[in-house]
């Protein structure tokens, strides 16, 4: 169960946030 639970939370969650954390340093980087 533990172990389903934090691949499925990491596969699914660790993309998105990284995705808005990039987003957010290549605007910091554009401005």
Known sequence: MS????G???GHGGP???LT???LI?????F
């Open 16 to 18: 998105v946030w990284l």
């Open 21 to 23: 954390y990039c987003d």
């Open 3 to 6: 172990d389903e639970e934090g």
């Open 26 to 30: 290549t605007l910091l980087v554009a």
């Open 8 to 10: 499925s939370s990491g």
